[in-house]
């Protein structure tokens, strides 16, 4: 068995040097890194989300030692990035408002704490599919002020955070308008800036769960890229993309199927170099099996091959999902150590990959 997976990761290898031939930039990634996810729990695709349904991966609301992970990630992988999910109604405490309850939000910025003391970049990521209780944002749910408001008040907490990364929102679907979805984006970007938050990134996801793959044809690229700063640049403002790659593309089975590259990577990165703008994949991954050990590697490899317009991938997901979660990146800890997850250890993690500026 390990005779054969030795073969099938240097055929990986292998594939992923074939990748390269026709790479644009061989420089690294600038970033690589894994969900922590937990405050999130609760939440389905519809926005609805109960407070009581999270699980904290943070060791002293919920034993879930999210610190230890992180603090393993950074210096056995070197990784520089963790994306932090959280429900919009987590940090309200179940109330449609953009006020912040300050319990709730005092027990996530222990995580996002966490985060900042690795030394790692962290990124804001409220988990709500674009609605709120089913109701879409800025088109028949909350408001756009609303919105605005939600994102000053966690803006002004971390304006002077260099390390903050803010994601407007995680995976928009089925919106029935792309352009006025983009209006409420450019309501929070102006909300973020106007909070004091002037230069760190934010992240401008598109529609149909922020697809990678359709990201330019669904409109998404034309919509937002007229967001602006209040400066009317585009200065940090990042396509935010995801893209697993399993056979429907959900994220939700062992097997990978594709590297993504034809009909997903290239596509992309040619919109991106005409138009002068940047992508972060903050959601991929697969099974700890053999075809996405390979697929996931040649994915990373062609990413860092555009490296001049992609920043980065962050796998999904580690926090406080079980080991068993089929999409799982947890480590698991012996009593002397952390040991990573076969698709951590042999594609993700820079350590191994090399192709992350953090250890090239």
């Known amino acids: 068995?390990?005779?054969?997976?030795?073969?099938?990761?240097?055929?990986?290898?292998?594939?992923?040097?074939?990748?390269?031939?026709?790479?644009?930039?061989?420089?690294?990634?600038?970033?690589?890194?894994?969900?922590?996810?937990?405050?999130?729990?609760?939440?389905?695709?519809?926005?609805?989300?109960?407070?009581?349904?999270?699980?904290?991966?943070v060791h002293q609301l919920s034993g879930v030692d999210g610190?230890?992970?992180?603090?393993?990630?950074v210096k056995d992988d070197g990784y520089n990035v963790f994306r932090l999910p959280v429900g919009w109604q987590y940090l309200t405490n179940d109330q449609m408002t953009g006020v912040l309850d300050e319990t709730q939000f005092t027990k996530y910025n222990m995580l996002v704490s966490d985060c900042l003391s690795t030394g790692a970049h962290c990124v804001i990521d409220i988990h709500n599919y674009a609605r709120y209780n089913g109701?879409?944002?800025?088109?028949?749910?909350?408001?756009?002020?609303?919105?605005a408001e939600l994102w000053s008040n966690i803006?002004?907490?971390?304006?002077?955070?260099a390390k903050v990364i803010f994601g407007v929102?995680?995976?928009?679907?089925?919106?029935?308008?792309?352009?006025?979805?983009?209006?409420?984006?450019?309501?929070?970007v102006t909300a973020i800036r106007k909070a004091g938050a002037t230069t760190q990134m934010i992240l401008l996801p598109g529609?149909?769960?922020?697809?990678?793959?359709?990201?330019?044809?669904?409109?998404?690229?034309?919509?937002?890229?007229?967001?602006?700063?209040?400066?009317?640049?585009?200065?940090?403002?990042?396509?935010?993309?995801?893209?697993?790659?399993?056979?429907?593309?959900?994220?939700?089975?062992?097997?990978?199927?594709?590297?993504?590259?034809?009909?997903?990577?290239?596509?992309?990165?040619?919109?991106?170099?005409?138009?002068?703008r940047r992508a972060f994949n903050t959601e991929t991954g697969g099974g700890n099996v053999e075809s996405c050990v390979s697929y996931v590697l040649q994915e990373i490899t062609?990413?860092?091959?555009?490296?001049?317009?992609?920043?980065?991938?962050?796998?999904?997901?580690?926090?406080?999902?079980?080991?068993?979660?089929?999409?799982?990146?947890?480590?698991?800890?012996s009593g002397t150590g952390w040991n990573d997850t076969l698709l951590v250890s042999m594609a993700m993690s820079p350590k191994t990959n090399k192709l992350v500026a953090s250890v090239a």
């Not at 091959?305 to 068993?324: C, H, K």
């Open 207 to 276: 529609t149909d769960y922020t697809s990678a793959e359709t990201f330019v044809s669904s409109g998404s690229a034309n919509a937002l890229g007229a967001v602006r700063n209040p400066d009317s640049t585009t200065t940090n403002l990042i396509m935010d993309v995801h893209k697993y790659l399993d056979s429907d593309s959900s994220g939700t089975n062992t097997a990978c199927v594709t590297n993504a590259i034809e009909n997903t990577w290239e596509p992309l990165t040619t919109w991106l170099r005409a138009n002068g």
């Open 1 to 57: 068995m390990a005779i054969k997976f030795l073969y099938s990761f240097v055929a990986a290898a292998l594939s992923t040097a074939t990748i390269l031939v026709n790479a644009k930039t061989s420089a690294p990634l600038q970033f690589a890194g894994v969900n922590i996810a937990g405050f999130d729990f609760g939440c389905s695709t519809d926005g609805t989300c109960v407070a009581s349904g999270a699980v904290p991966p």
């Open 67 to 73: 610190l230890g992970q992180m603090q393993h990630f």
């Open 155 to 161: 803006a002004s907490h971390w304006k002077n955070e």
């Open 302 to 333: 062609y990413q860092a091959a555009q490296s001049d317009v992609i920043l980065g991938y962050v796998g999904w997901a580690a926090g406080s999902f079980s080991t068993d979660y089929v999409l799982s990146q947890v480590p698991s800890y």
């Open 135 to 147: 109701q879409i944002i800025g088109q028949g749910g909350p408001s756009n002020e609303m919105f």
């Open 169 to 188: 929102m995680n995976e928009p679907h089925n919106i029935p308008s792309i352009s006025t979805w983009a209006t409420s984006v450019q309501s929070a």
